[in-house]
């Protein structure tokens, strides 16, 4: 045993004593690297961590204290390329919103920007502001949070959706929910409807009442609800409802059901609160548009795996009748992947026939395969105008990925001999995914809510 120990020491002496001078060198030389980049990685985390320290400490504070102002500050200033048009795109961050709700809705009213977010909170700043490297918003007190359920709003902090104002009163939507099991447990015999409330218009302080309810039950809790509005004729405004994934979750045609809100677009009366169905065979309308001068409604939804549309809504050909899109009798996407038995019973419910057209649906003006998860819709003429086109409609994208056109500002050309034509479609990207959007007309600049980081983008034209 003591010769063994020996001869393995004595086998380590010899190459060790193989290496020369130089390679030792070498090893020396990529030992200290390798050190000084540890080291400058270690004083990059703790950098960062000195960063994160002071968010959280704003983010709890926002949380246990009334915070009454949001604070955006410019991050970026940068210039890109949309088609042969150079826009300027100004970003300005507040990291606190990301934590209070994710998503975030925005309306212009009177000179100023409102800021929903997806847990209740309602802000607002003058659109002046947008000229400062720093964006102050004050807080205007509602009696919102108080509407929902608290274990509910804590579970799903993304229920409201939507918000817009008209003839001095604030409509905002949401994923309402009901149960005789409280408190709230997401595994129970749920009940998930679309809600609108309203209030009369102040920046001080707004309280809010039951304006519009959809009666039917929803099962689950889903994305897929829609609740984005406009305003429309009159004394109207309009609504879109999603599908609430009836289709994939529930096997069920809803959308194609007359007698049934889900995956329908309706006109409410904002005196008496009462409805009409305007169109059906929707699945997830993420965005809408009236355009009064045409009398047409733009919108955009969510297909299913691929099959994002854009829709359009002649409402001066076929009056009176219900309008068709095909959801989920047709689509341009699939059904996402689950187990075969199941798939048999989506398929019967919902078969998904490609060409609408064949099949007596409306076809959309424009589909997307793969899907961008399309999002807000605006027509506007005078932003970047052509004379050469009918008219020009905006429109922005979430997505998982920055990759065909997710998460960009996209911009559209449309003809319209006898019917509605795409003639010419780009796109900027700003690699966020961009939840809402509003257009700005006095200063003629479009407002992006880019949800990831909990910024506002501020495009305009370079001329």
Not at 199 to 216: A, P, Q, T, V, Y
Not at 446 to 462: D, K, N, P, R, W
Request: with cysteine; glycine share 6%; aromatic share 12%.
């Amino acid at each position: 045993m003591y010769r063994k120990k020996n001869l393995i020491f004595l086998i380590i002496i010899i190459l060790v004593s193989s290496f020369s001078y130089g390679t030792l060198k070498k090893i020396h030389t990529k030992y200290n690297a390798k050190i000084e980049r540890l080291q400058n990685n270690y004083n990059k985390i703790v950098a960062k961590n000195k960063v994160d320290n002071e968010k959280f400490d704003e983010i709890k504070k926002f949380f246990l204290e009334e915070n009454k102002f949001l604070n955006f500050q410019l991050s970026k200033n940068e210039i890109g390329a949309l088609g042969n048009n150079e826009i300027r795109v100004k970003t300005f961050t507040n990291h606190i919103l990301p934590f209070s709700g994710k998503r975030s809705s925005l309306e212009n009213h009177e000179n100023n920007l409102f800021i929903l977010t997806g847990h209740g909170k309602l802000y607002y700043s003058n659109i002046s502001n947008l000229s400062k490297d720093q964006i102050q918003y004050k807080k205007i007190e509602t009696n919102l949070e108080s509407l929902v359920n608290k274990d509910y709003l804590r579970k799903f902090n993304t229920i409201f959706k939507d918000i817009i104002i008209k003839n001095s009163k604030v409509y905002i939507s949401f994923t309402n929910w009901n149960s005789k099991i409280k408190p709230f447990n997401p595994a129970a015999d749920n009940c998930y409807f679309t809600s609108v409330v309203s209030g009369d218009f102040s920046l001080n302080k707004i309280n809010f009442i039951d304006f519009f309810e959809m009666k039917e039950c929803m099962p689950l809790f889903t994305n897929s609800a829609g609740s984005i509005m406009d305003k429309f004729k009159g004394n109207e405004i309009l609504l879109t409802i999603g599908d609430y994934g009836s289709c994939s979750k529930l096997a069920r045609n809803f959308a194609q059901e007359d007698n049934h809100l889900a995956g329908k677009i309706i006109k409410i009366n904002e005196i008496d609160g009462s409805f009409k169905i305007l169109s059906k065979g929707h699945r997830n309308q993420q965005g809408i548009f009236y355009d009064k001068s045409k009398n047409i409604i733009f919108i955009t939804e969510h297909g299913p795996k691929g099959g994002d549309e854009i829709n359009i809504n002649n409402l001066s050909k076929n009056q009176g009748n219900i309008k068709n899109y095909g959801w989920g009798s047709a689509s341009y996407g699939e059904h996402y992947d689950t187990n075969p038995e199941y798939e048999k019973k989506i398929t019967k419910a919902c078969p998904l026939k490609k060409s609408h057209k064949e099949n007596n649906f409306i076809e959309p003006i424009k589909y997307f395969v793969p899907s961008i998860a399309i999002t807000q819709i605006i027509k506007e003429n005078n932003f970047i105008k052509n004379n050469e086109v009918d008219d020009i409609i905006y429109f922005s994208s979430l997505g998982y990925t920055s990759k065909e056109g997710r998460r960009s500002f996209h911009r559209i050309e449309l003809l319209n001999n006898k019917k509605i034509e795409v003639k010419k479609h780009d796109y900027f990207t700003i690699s966020d995914r961009i939840r809402d959007m509003v257009y700005l007309k006095e200063i003629k600049k479009f407002i992006l809510y880019l949800e990831l980081t909990g910024s506002l983008a501020v495009i305009s034209l370079e001329e």
